[in-house]
């Protein structure tokens, strides 16, 4: 245990820092008022609800606020549950534990429901903001979930409440981490408002673009305009429909009718909820083999492809990037493939991704319970032609924009990730923003030591955040494909990967399975063995949670999000990444320049793994894109660290 920290129930704290329950504190706690909906009007005083708490930040929601005029015999009850600036709330039904500060944003009066309590501290005694912050952290949320009072309906008593526990540092450190913490809250706030600014004008520009009322310079010549059954269009603009300039436009079907079961690794395969509102969405997706794959060829799909779902939520549409590789999809979907060359098919796309051809395809679905579209139809849909010059000088200003909003949307989810980081560090003592210098380097030296003489238990933590991560019980994960998993991992994580192999499969490296990192796991139930009627692997153990607290406390938060970038690819990817890093590595190493030819020669060069080229997965063009991708995953963040 580091110098200076201690153990405690809710873990290692600094010595200084105390345990304590939210009653210990001597706070005003209350809920809300019952009955209030009766007093709803248009005007009135603010009403809080849980509706207006958020799980994003301590900062409430504003977008959604009622109001209520309250009759003069309320005025005791009023009194009562009025909010002050500093003020705590807890949801304490339904969601029980999202948490929400009162600052000086919130128009006052204002007032909560029952469905809220009220904590106001002495602030002498503690920073409500700090308080705030801590009680969001997943220590006092587990607690929460914990305590929760089961009955006719799920929820929380004040007195519950009252006893829930958080690491309490000194009042100065207190409002020290909670000014750091507010300073990210308000740089998260500002990106959000950014991006919703930029999608405002985004769509404001598709809608003058895509129909023509506004031209981009060079093809405004003509300035008449004709009626035509899609609105008002310039008079050099032609119509034509979905049909007559794509392939044959076909739905999907489910694998599972023809007698092929779901995969742990295959061939992707999209689901209508893959089609999302922001794109395309693969936690949704599943794999199917590729002997389904090739059965369903009709409903292949590969990058430059436009889908629209064509049941449920009719009209999503996403397009599939030149990063996308070859997948299937489900019958919830509609491919169009354009083949016109006259036809720029990200024109179609943003054309299709409109609000009015949404509200077009909606008007005319059948089924009241379970709206549908035909494929007819969407081969019907008709469309505007510009001509091409234009068609692809309107989807380069559009790309252009979403490239932007990708970058604001990248540095959003990187500053939130920070957030949670600098919120795992802070809260719980291990950085210290008093007297960091002397604390934080002697907890640093300790923790390096620890690693140091302890691989075995570190690489037992690791893979059991992988099964954790990777894992479940219907698709337990194997041995191969941790072991790629956890190559990338410490390459990124120290830039190095030792005690790896080049094995067939390889890089592999015997000594988690031999030398104990398994065995520890499944002793101190980390993880477990798992074996279902196709498939033999791991799951996480009962005790995880301790693992990823310990993998926290090495790696940090943000560890875990990174990984998530391979969720979704299959294993040959991987080995792919892992072989081709392990031999740019080995060049570098004797001072060679690193080709596509000389990453080969690594490769041929030994016995085991010389088979790997004759595989399409190594071929020369894969070869160079895991290479420029090695590059993005690790030397990227070398220079970051410089």
Known sequence: MPLGYKHTEVGVIPEDWHIVEIGDLKPFVTSGSRGWARFYSDTGVSFIRITNLSRQAIDLDLSDMKFVVLPLESSAEALRTELRDGDLLISITADIGIIGFVDSRIPKPAYINQHIALIRFDQSLVSSRFAAYSLTSERPQRLFRASMDIGAKAGMSLLTVRKIRFALPPLPEQRAIADALTDVDGLIRALEKLIAKKRTIKQAMMKQLLTGKSRLPGFSKQQSYKQ????????????????????????????????????????????????????????????????????????????????????????????????????????????????????????????????????????????????????????????????????????????????????????????????????????????????????????????????????????????????????????????????????????????????????????????????????????????????????????????????????????????????????????????????????????????????????KGVIKANKEWEAKLSRDVFSDDHIAEALETCRVLFDARKEELR
Request: aromatic fraction near 10%; proline fraction near 3%; include cysteine.
């Open 228 to 599: 035509t059954v899609i609105g008002v269009i310039p008079e050099d603009w032609m119509l034509t429909n979905l049909e007559r300039v794509s392939a044959f436009i076909t739905k999907g079907s489910t694998p599972t009718t023809y007698g092929f079961q779901w995969v742990q690794d295959g061939v992707l395969f999209l689901r209508s909820e893959c089609v999302s509102e922001n794109g395309l969405d693969l936690s949704h997706s599943m794999f199917i083999s590729q002997k389904a794959h090739a059965l369903l060829n009709r409903s292949e799909l590969r990058s430059g492809d436009i889908l629209i779902t064509i049941t449920g939520n009719v009209g999503r549409v996403v397009y599939l990037n030149n990063e996308f590789s070859f997948a299937n999809m489900n019958q919830h979907i509609a491919r169009v493939r354009i083949i016109d060359e006259s036809v720029s098919t990200k024109f179609v796309y943003y054309f299709l991704t409109q609000n009015s051809v949404r509200k077009a395809f909606n008007a005319i679905t059948t089924g009241q319970a379970y709206p549908q579209i035909s494929l007819k139809q969407v081969r019907e849909a008709v469309i505007p032609l510009p001509p091409l010059a234009e068609q692809r000088a309107i989807a380069a200003v559009l790309s252009d924009m979403d490239a932007e909003l990708a970058a604001l949307e990248q540095r959003l989810y990187k500053t939130r990730q920070l957030k949670q980081s600098m919120m795992q560090q802070l809260l719980t003592g291990r950085v210290r923003l008093l007297n960091q210098e002397a604390s934080t380097g002697q907890a640093r030296l300790e923790l390096a030591k620890t690693k140091a003489h302890n691989w075995q238990i570190n690489e037992a933590v690791v893979i059991a955040v992988l099964a954790n991560q990777f894992g479940s019980e219907q698709y337990p994960l194997g041995r191969k494909r941790y072991t790629k998993l956890s190559y990338l991992f410490h390459r990124h994580a120290e830039h190095k990967a030792e005690g790896y192999l080049k094995k067939a499969a390889g890089p592999y490296n015997p000594r988690t399975r031999y030398g104990g990192p398994e065995k520890i796991a499944i002793q101190n139930r980390y993880l477990q063995e798992h074996t279902n009627a196709q498939l033999k692997g791991f799951v996480a153990g009962d005790n995880i949670a301790q693992a990823e607290d310990y993998f926290d406390n090495w790696y940090g938060v943000e560890a875990r999000q990174w990984l998530e970038q391979f969720r979704y690819k299959p294993n040959d990817e991987l080995e792919l990444l892992a072989t081709v890093d392990m031999a740019v590595e080995e060049l570098r190493d004797q001072g060679a320049e690193v080709t596509v030819t000389a990453i």
